[in-house]
């Protein structure tokens, strides 16, 4: 029997699940069957991206379960993300479009601005120059956001959002919007609890996702004896003190945090066992010791916005 995730209420109603499907590094190939896997598995929150280079497949997946008659549309909740070369107004429906015909889609749950960093606007990602630096745009994450506020008007999308935004961008993008962004979706695991940003994020009514709740130990660009969080000896005790995964210790400690993660696998046996940590909870004296692993230990550093204006942690922003 899947378990039942419990659903967070986000601030215009709708129904987030507490805990969703990363596709960030799954490779073409793999993901496809890993959605499907999530799918039977009782997960209904599967999160996006146009830059993962993988939405077709997320989307024969998906495809695949609805035709099946495990799942209804209405059933999942599904996100994608705008990139950074694509921030431009004129840009902005036609690309929820692109994704849409990807996943197979007539609407997405959630569109997110993936950073607040425009690049030059085009079809390349990430467009370099003949120094090899990334060529920037001065467009403003808050015009994108007035094409977003379209998007969820014309019924593209049912809830818009933001990712990888500080205190101070989300506070800029307030004062002018006439949408409030449901949720910015940002790193966040024991080395980076997001402690702060997250209490200013609930003061506003606006919920905190999870990327890398695992600590990302599969990012390209890990170096050999950098710490892995799944195998903290802490952690690993706490492990056999609940009879659960490292895994499932942190995945349920975020969501006592009040975040949602997304952690992601392609792993059948660990897609399953990521949604399983309903069924205990983590005593204070355990949150504690969870929270001394904090030292702002961030892994993804977009590093491709380096030197960006609009750069949202490159000051020690929060």
């Known amino acids: 029997m899947a378990p039942k995730v419990p659903n967070v209420v986000l601030n215009n109603g709708k129904l987030l699940p507490a805990l969703g499907l990363g596709t960030w590094k799954s490779k073409p190939g793999e993901v496809a069957q890993a959605v499907k896997d999530a799918i039977d598995a009782g997960y209904r929150h599967i999160d996006c991206a146009l830059y993962y280079l993988n939405e077709e497949e997320v989307g024969a997946g998906i495809k695949a379960k609805i035709d099946e008659g495990v799942v209804k549309r209405e059933e999942l909740f599904v996100t994608s993300k705008l990139w950074c070369n ?12 692109r994704s849409l015909g990807y996943l197979k889609l007539d609407y997405l ?3 997110l601005i993936h950073w607040p960093t425009a690049f030059k606007q085009g079809e390349e990602y990430t467009p370099r120059g003949p120094d090899g630096k990334t ?8 015009e994108t956001w007035k094409a977003f506020e379209e998007l969820q008007k014309k019924g593209l999308t049912k809830s818009i959002g933001v990712s990888n935004f500080n205190k101070r961008q989300l506070e800029r993008l307030l004062k002018s919007a006439t949408i409030k962004p449901v949720t ?7 080395y980076l609890n997001q402690k702060k940003l997250t209490a200013f994020c609930k003061s506003l009514d606006i919920v905190i996702t999870a990327y890398s709740p695992l600590g990302s130990p599969d990012r390209p660009w890990a170096k050999p004896g950098d710490p892995i969080l799944v195998k903290e000896p802490k952690i690993l005790a706490l492990a056999e003190k609940y009879k659960k995964t490292p895994a499932q210790i942190i995945l349920r400690y975020l969501h006592q945090l009040g975040v949602v993660p997304i952690p992601k ?5 660990r ?3 990521n949604l399983d940590i309903w069924d205990f909870q983590l005593d204070a004296a355990d949150v504690a010791v ?4 904090d030292c702002n230990g961030r892994v993804c550093q977009h590093s491709e916005g380096a030197g960006h204006p609009n750069h949202p942690f490159e000051n020690d922003e929060w």
Request: proline content about 5%; glycine content about 0%; overall charge negative.
């Open 86 to 97: 694509l921030m431009r107004a004129d840009l902005v429906e036609p690309t929820i479009r």
């Open 265 to 269: 696998s392609v792993t059948k046996s």
């Open 109 to 111: 749950d959630l569109y």
């Open 271 to 273: 897609i399953a066992e």
């Open 184 to 190: 910015d979706q940002v790193e966040c695991h024991p």
């Open 290 to 293: 969870l929270d001394t692993f």
């Open 135 to 142: 060529l920037y745009s001065d467009i403003d994450y808050v």
